[in-house]
């Protein structure tokens, strides 16, 4: 059997199985109506973005084989670009973490010392210092932005790697994501440093942080395949992007409780369909609520179905695309 009939056949046991636990899979709690309107639409979904992968098989798949074939590459060469993107200052890679670093020390300085009457957030019967659930909330927020700017700009950063022949440019975007991943694996743990001397420690729920990095890193990894292919016709782009980033900090529940919107349950799902909603909200629940991800599995279900179409129209765009990107830079 060749290695497309296996991968195709592995893809199409996976899908049938989904399919049969999200039929399957009920929750007491929910409506009975809306959880049928969820499994109907999540099925329909999952078996179309099927039939597109069986479709238009072989470009798509080029794009995370070739990435596959040359991961040792990716890692030289991200670890290269994180630090040549800080040579020739005196400080050299410490100018990565001073940003993120000051804009938590400014967080903290307003909601925890200038205003500490207003620096609680109540989530159940649990009290919890409304500075520990932001900087929970706003550190993938810092690696989302990151990653998505610098994977955007690339092609554009990277041009003269473009012209050259024999160069596997599809690397370069990823290149530049897990550049990214340095300092925010370093804000995990200053996290959680943090957290324990607030009495928070870290325990088996913890580790599901892990996930929802990789969660995060496969999302932004698909949409910066779209975007660094888009921006090299269209450089708007890139303004764009950093204009709706800002948006997205106030579209995601980062700075406000999502249990704020209990009461609105139209504005409520509008807002969990942002992908970046169930991994801010992952990372929260994992340290405080205790929750498995398991535990939201339409929400789970959701996020990877939107991934893997996101990635696959990535990888298509991409491929389609990438024999214009020397011409025109």
């Known amino acids: 059997m060749s290695r497309k009939k296996k991968l195709i056949t592995a893809v199409s046991v996976a899908v049938v199985c989904f399919n049969l636990y999200i039929i399957l899979h009920h929750n007491p709690l929910a409506d009975r109506t809306q959880e049928m309107i969820k499994k109907i639409i999540s099925c329909v979904i999952l078996d179309g973005?099927?039939?597109?992968?069986?479709?238009?098989?072989?470009?798509?798949?080029?794009?995370?084989?070739?990435?596959?074939?040359?991961?040792?590459?990716?890692?030289?060469?991200?670890?290269?670009?994180?630090?040549?993107?800080?040579?020739?200052?005196?400080f050299g890679i410490f100018w990565g973490f001073v940003p993120p670093v000051i804009t938590v020390l400014l967080y903290w300085f307003v909601f925890g010392v200038v205003m500490p009457g207003r620096a609680t957030n109540i989530k159940g019967d649990m009290e919890i210092?409304?500075?520990?659930?932001?900087?929970?909330?706003?550190?993938?927020?810092?690696?989302?932005?990151?990653?998505?700017?610098?994977?955007?700009?690339?092609?554009?950063?990277?041009?003269?790697?473009?012209?050259?022949?024999?160069?596997?440019?599809?690397i370069l975007p990823?290149?530049?994501?897990?550049?990214?991943?340095?300092?925010?694996?370093?804000?995990?743990?200053?996290?959680?440093?943090?957290?324990?001397?607030?009495?928070?420690?870290?325990?088996?729920?913890?580790?599901?942080?892990?996930?929802?990095?990789?969660?995060m890193f496969m999302f932004v990894l698909g949409l910066s395949y779209i975007t660094c292919s888009l921006i090299v016709f269209f450089r708007d782009l890139g303004q764009m992007i950093s204009i709706a980033l800002q948006v997205g900090i106030w579209a995601t529940p980062i700075l406000w409780n999502l249990h704020l919107l209990d009461d609105k349950p139209v504005v409520r799902f509008i807002i969990k369909l942002n992908p970046m909603t169930y991994v801010v909200e992952g990372y929260r629940s994992a340290i405080f609520d205790k929750l498995g991800f398991y535990e939201t599995f339409y929400s789970t279900a959701y996020f990877w179905i939107l991934t893997a179409i996101t990635f696959g129209i990535g990888a298509l765009v991409f491929k389609r695309l990438k024999i214009h990107f020397a011409d025109v830079l």
């Open 49 to 90: 973005f099927y039939f597109v992968f069986v479709k238009l098989y072989d470009r798509i798949v080029v794009l995370p084989i070739e990435l596959y074939q040359n991961r040792k590459l990716i890692w030289k060469l991200a670890k290269n670009d994180f630090k040549t993107k800080y040579a020739g200052s005196y």
């Open 129 to 170: 210092p409304y500075i520990l659930w932001l900087i929970v909330g706003i550190v993938p927020w810092f690696y989302f932005s990151e990653a998505l700017s610098s994977g955007t700009n690339a092609l554009l950063e990277y041009n003269y790697l473009v012209k050259k022949v024999v160069f596997k440019i599809s």
């Open 174 to 215: 990823i290149i530049k994501i897990v550049s990214a991943l340095f300092v925010h694996l370093f804000f995990i743990v200053f996290t959680l440093i943090l957290l324990a001397c607030y009495g928070y420690y870290p325990d088996l729920y913890t580790l599901q942080l892990i996930y929802y990095s990789f969660c």
